[in-house]
């Protein structure tokens, strides 16, 4: 007389969504790694240039380096140059 009720979800549902989950993952991982590992002289080569760019871009370019243009060191217009330091009291060789 008492009827038992089923549950929608089954444990058989469960495992293969899980299992569905792993396998994408695991083929994820695997894509991920082989495209690092074939590529990974040309991904080297755009870091160190993007390192390069950010150590030189406020300087004007990457003359030094082989680049197009030369180091253009000199202060802009708009600019003011460091004040000169004095020289330190009580060190100086007499006269």
Do not use: H, R, W
Request: proline share 6%.
């Amino acid at each position: 007389m008492t009827e038992k009720k089923k549950c929608p979800i089954s444990f058989n549902s469960i495992a293969n969504i899980v299992s569905i989950v792993s396998g994408v993952s695991l083929a994820g991982i695997i894509g991920v790694g082989s495209y690092v590992y074939l590529n990974k002289d040309a991904i080297m080569d755009d870091v160190k240039d993007a390192a390069i760019e950010s150590v030189l871009g406020g300087m004007g370019g990457a003359g030094a380096l082989g680049g197009a243009g030369a180091l253009d060191l000199a202060l802009p217009d708009d600019q003011a140059s460091a004040p000169q330091a004095a020289p330190p009291a009580g060190f100086s060789l007499p006269n």
